[in-house]
């Protein structure tokens, strides 16, 4: 006990030793990265010891915190920043600026949930900034949630419909829900606003590929962000898929090594790189692709759904299957990955299986005439010919030119004709 108390004194002294209003001022200068987090300790530990921590009052504390969660957050170390944050709020209860850096560690992390509780507590508190319902609305685009985060924004953009920024986040929820006109027009507005922020031509760009509207377009827009930030990864990135869509042959894959130069932790560069390299025949620089691809973000659904891929044309069908299914598991309001393992069923005869993720898939993209058709001959498969005459029929409405729809449902109607039962009323 004595040796406590003595070793406890020897801390004291020491720490005594070093300048308070020094060390206060070193923390909360801003920007002094390591050295200001130790000033910081220091301060934490000092406030501890009965002696000294009369030096430093609430106030003085919640600033010693704040500062050392931002230092620590700006380094990745998420947790201890957390802990700062809910510090400044137990000794300043009305701060709001703790909630906010709170809530972006926790989005950080991956708990969107304790993001969203803190900026739902945030704008109990002030309502009236449209940035509180901006970054509640981002924190739900991150948790997958775009209805609620189109609630949000479309809230903000209420309140502030001049911020350029507020509509090319709204656009991305719109984009993701497949509303590409909207998605356009909101990357439209933006780009009236502020016409020299690159992420607003990409994003823009990523509608109008994702709409099927002119690559050319696609290409202007990816031009102009590469013009404005040169060494924007996503950029290149973007504008190596829109080459390879007009086959522009060799120069896909220089873009897409751009864009993994620029950010070799680019996960996404990664995967757009080992399609162009599959597309290409290289299967062994695609398949290294993907593995760095899920090794630099597990999460990443993209890069299972494209390794399934890979798999699947290599023969690797239990591969590919699990591949396809932790795809969907990340996200699943994706398409490809249902459509791609709904094959796979079909081709082992899994007929059931296969139209349970047909379904799926037009759930998530019910203007998708070619989902109908897969589905539809599942249905055929089964012996179900009512079901797969109404799926060709809508297959034939959603695209007229569609040969795989208007022969199906012809296949199907001279099914019925042949064993003399009466076609459906529904269908013409």
Request: glycine share 8%; with cysteine; hydrophobic share 45%.
């Amino acid at each position: 006990m004595v040796r406590d108390v003595i070793l406890l004194l020897g801390l004291a002294l020491g720490l005594a030793a070093c300048s308070p209003s020094d060390d206060f001022a070193a923390c909360t200068a801003g920007d002094g990265g390591p050295d200001a987090i130790s000033a910081c300790s220091r301060i934490v530990l000092v406030a501890k010891i009965p002696l000294f921590g009369w030096q430093f009052d609430d106030r003085d504390l919640a600033k010693v915190y704040m500062a050392r969660g931002r230092q620590l957050a700006a380094t990745g170390d998420l947790d201890p920043a957390i802990g700062d944050f809910g510090e400044v709020i137990r000794l300043e209860p009305r701060d709001t600026q703790a909630l906010l850096e709170r809530a972006a560690a926790y989005q950080k992390r991956g708990d969107f949930d304790f993001a969203i509780a803190d900026l739902s507590a945030l704008i109990d508190r002030d309502s009236r900034r449209a940035s509180h319902y901006a970054a509640r609305g981002k924190a739900y685009q991150a948790k997958g949630d775009d209805e609620r985060a189109l609630k949000d924004l479309n809230q903000a953009i209420v309140m502030d419909p001049g911020d350029p920024f507020y509509k090319v986040a709204r656009a991305a929820s719109h984009r993701r829900k497949r509303a590409y006109d909207r998605a356009i027009a909101d990357a439209d507005a933006a780009i009236a606003i502020q016409p020299y922020f690159a992420v607003f031509y990409v994003e823009r760009a990523d509608s109008l590929l994702r709409k099927g509207s002119s690559a050319e377009r696609a290409l202007a827009d990816l031009d102009q962000a590469i013009k404005l930030e040169p060494g924007l990864a996503i950029a290149h990135s973007r504008r190596a898929v829109v080459l390879t869509l007009m086959k522009a042959h060799g120069e896909p894959l220089a873009e897409a090594e751009e864009g993994v130069r620029l950010d070799p932790k680019s996960a996404e560069a990664r995967v757009t790189r080992g399609m162009i390299a599959l597309a290409a025949a290289q299967r062994e620089r695609a398949a290294a692709d993907f593995d760095e691809a899920i090794r630099l973000d597990p999460k990443h659904a993209e890069a299972y759904e494209a390794r399934g891929i890979l798999r699947r044309a290599a023969g690797n069908l239990d591969g590919a299957i699990r591949d396809f299914g932790e795809a969907i598991r990340l996200d699943p309001r994706m398409v490809g990955p249902y459509v791609q393992r709904g094959g796979m069923f079909r081709e082992r005869g899994a007929h059931d299986k296969a139209l349970d993720d047909f379904t799926l898939a037009i759930r998530n993209a019910p203007m998708q005439a070619g989902l109908y058709v897969e589905r539809a001959q599942s249905h055929e498969k089964l012996g179900r010919l009512p079901e797969a005459l109404d799926d060709f029929r809508v297959a034939r409405g959603l695209d007229p030119r569609m040969p795989a729809a208007s022969e199906g449902y012809a296949r199907v109607e001279a099914a019925f004709a042949a064993s003399g039962r009466p076609k459906p009323s529904g269908n013409p």
